[in-house]
């Protein structure tokens, strides 16, 4: 992490459908015995019982940019909740941002990228989706807004496993990974989970997106922890995990795109591709993240987008015996998986 | 490559940082207005602290919390604060609660009319309420970006999204609005009620022309205006948010329509601050590395006041005599000129 991106306030965006468990989570992080304090921005009518001493409500006012770009929306109370914080430097170490049930992340996300003061002040962490194990995949099927919670999440929190059956769970699960491969998913119980999962995870840190691997295989990652808990057999299933594996389903709305080449791309035609890609797709482009290898650059380049806004950088010069290949992976909503195969191909030298 | 500035600007202007009083404040720094001859540095939580001009230094308690906005009429000080409260700080150094917001929400923007009418607004709601009179308020569609009380009259433009709301708080019947698309964050009229300004979230200015709603928009800025001051008798518009001074000009009937904004005082930072003297054709600009420029506004001339050294620059302002010229940075450090 760069010294600048450090002493940024880190933001956590706590997302999650109604009464999945993200008030519970929230107490949990704040109660912790973790020595930081918290400004805790919370939806206004939003549950009551939270311990803090920072508390802002906000307004979840979701405005258009002026710049032409139908996709581009952000915050505007975030903007202002923000400018006020970010004037009492020293009294807080984080910002946690927890939405309603039923809003987008996006335009919070884009909140971040678009507004050059809350990006000198402070920096997007991760966005942390709390789930239901037991109605997820209802509301998968009812609510738009579960969906895109689900495919815009750095990590999700699998609460209330105890509720579901073993089959329900991996059903549960297989629906989440359908969606969204890419994203560390922790199964809980009354969301007891590592703050070290959900808390500074540099999930738009340029400096960190180092593997862009999806998780199918390793979907009880970050799981060990819970072994002290006590609750019987429901998750104490890697072992014979495998036999039955992760059904694979195929998400009618939501889908996330994988791309990777070992030919060094050309910066000067590869950028155009992607940027006309972003402007002309970025609107069904929830999330998007690369790895680049350039030819006759000796350095990674990474990138990562939420709808049409993209941002890269080089990071760091690829080690000696490191696979040089380009890795891009997109998740979004109608994702015209054909089209950016298609342009992805005709973007790699021959 | 290194840079290389042959002309060394900084060396070669008059200064007068010698002349300037020191003042520590100790912590943050949101804004300094002046109570008579003193002073008045207002913390971003909990304090405003008096100087005088001789730098003696006098901290007062007015809040709990974080203090949002602030305005000032030379008599008093009217702050919001984050624990609902619109607190009153008057010239004595006595503070007084003036309004509590019953939900107890961010008071986010604050004005003061001429007459003694305070203004406050949470949310999306704006309240005003007039001397002996009752309070009363205003519900706009969007969380209020902005206040401000018109010259003439009892009259509150409110911003918000996508417009300005024009409210008579003592009359019935619909206000009016002034739609323009986008997030409006400040708002001023020019003092001699013909136009009303309003600073985006984007980085750009809007006007109408109040006698016929005709607009006029004021771009090309890199960064977002924050800092908005009316030169001597309401001739021009000085902004911050380039690296320059922007001022549009607003003598004519048709305001800046048509017309390019002088660029004063270039520097290699962003202009930060704008004050304009009370008086004369000068400015007061400060910049992103700490830098704050004495301008003459018909020829440019310049004279250095704080040398580029520290925080940005986050408060400025005259007494209403124009003798004695205020600042401080983000980080409270602080000093007063007198001319």
């Given at each position: 992490m760069s010294e600048a991106t450090a002493n940024k306030i880190p933001v956590t965006v706590l997302t999650g459908y109604l009464g999945a468990g993200k008030t519970t989570l929230l107490n949990r992080i704040l109660s912790e015995n973790h020595g930081k304090k918290y400004a805790v921005i919370v939806n206004e009518f939003g549950e009551i019982g939270i311990d803090n001493d920072l508390i802002i409500g906000a307004d979840e006012e979701v405005f258009e940019m002026n710049n032409g770009c139908v996709c581009c929306t952000v915050r505007g109370d975030l903007v202002r909740i923000l400018d006020g914080l970010m004037k009492r430097k020293g009294k807080f170490d984080a910002i946690i941002v927890e939405t309603t049930g039923l809003a987008d992340p996006a335009p919070v996300a884009q909140t971040f990228f678009v507004d050059e003061d809350v990006q000198a002040h402070a920096r997007l962490d991760a966005v942390v989706t709390v789930a239901d194990a037991k109605w997820l995949s209802d509301r998968l099927k009812d609510a738009p807004e579960a969906k895109n919670q689900i495919a815009f999440a750095d990590v999700i929190v699998l609460n209330k496993v105890d509720l579901v059956s073993k089959p329900e769970l991996a059903e549960v699960e297989a629906r989440i990974r359908a969606i969204n491969p890419y994203a560390k998913l922790h199964k809980t119980e009354r969301a007891q989970v590592k703050l070290s999962d959900v808390l500074?995870?540099?999930?738009?840190d340029l400096d960190r997106i180092l593997e862009i691997e999806p998780e199918f295989l390793s979907a009880d990652d970050g799981h060990e922890h819970h072994h002290d808990h006590d609750h019987g057999q429901h998750h104490h299933d890697h072992d014979h995990g495998h036999g039955h594996g992760l059904k694979h389903y195929h998400d009618e709305d939501m889908q996330s795109l994988s791309l990777r080449t070992d030919k060094a791309l050309d910066a000067s035609s590869f950028m155009p591709w992607l940027q006309d890609l972003m402007a002309k797709e970025g609107g069904k482009i929830l999330r998007s993240k690369g790895i680049l290898s350039f030819s006759g650059d000796d350095d990674r380049y990474v990138f990562q987008g939420v709808h049409m806004m993209l941002e890269g950088d080089h990071q760091r010069p690829w080690k000696d015996g490191e696979k040089r290949e380009s890795r891009l992976v997109f998740i979004g909503r109608d994702l015209p998986e054909q089209l950016i195969r298609d342009g992805f191909e005709k973007v790699i030298p021959s | 490559m290194p840079d290389f500035n042959p002309l060394q600007e900084q060396e070669s202007i008059v200064s007068v940082t010698d002349r300037v009083v020191p003042v520590a404040i100790g912590a943050g720094v949101t804004a300094v207005h002046f109570l008579g001859d003193k002073a008045a540095f207002v913390g971003v939580e909990e304090k405003v602290t008096l100087v005088d001009p001789a730098g003696a230094t006098s901290p007062v308690e007015v809040a709990f919390g974080g203090i949002l906005c602030s305005t000032s009429d030379g008599k008093r000080i009217v702050m919001g604060c984050d624990d609902g409260k619109v607190v009153v700080l008057d010239r004595e150094g006595a503070v007084s609660t003036f309004a509590t917001d019953a939900k107890r929400r961010w008071i986010d923007s604050v004005a003061l009319h001429p007459d003694g009418a305070v203004a406050w607004s949470a949310g999306k709601t704006a309240f005003v309420q007039a001397p002996k009179g009752e309070v009363k308020s205003f519900e706009v569609p969007s969380t209020v970006g902005g206040l401000a009380f018109a010259p003439k009259g009892l009259r509150l433009a409110i911003a918000h999204y996508n417009g300005v709301t024009l409210w008579f708080p003592n009359m019935a019947g619909n206000a009016e609005v002034l739609e323009w698309a986008g997030s409006h964050l400040g708002v001023t009229f020019s003092p001699d009620n013909k136009f009303l300004v309003t600073a985006m979230h984007e980085p750009a200015l809007h006007g109408w022309r109040l006698v016929d709603g005709k607009h006029m928009r004021m771009t090309g800025y890199p960064a977002r205006v924050r800092s908005i001051a009316w030169s001597a008798g309401g001739k021009g518009l000085a902004t911050s948010g380039a690296d320059t001074v922007i001022i549009w000009p607003?003598?004519?009937?048709?305001?800046?329509?048509?017309k390019e904004p002088a660029m004063l005082a270039p520097l290699k930072a962003k202009v930060t601050m704008v004050a304009c003297h009370p008086k004369q054709d000068i400015l007061a600009a400060g910049y992103s590395d700490g830098t704050i420029l004495m301008v003459r506004i018909t020829d440019g001339a310049e004279i250095l006041i704080r040398a580029n050294k520290g925080q940005p620059v986050s408060a400025l302002a005259w007494n209403a005599k124009g003798t004695l010229l205020a600042f401080a940075d983000q980080d409270g450090d602080a000093g007063l000129l007198e001319l």
């Open positions: 500074e995870r540099g999930a738009f | 607003f003598a004519s009937k048709d305001g800046p329509m048509g």
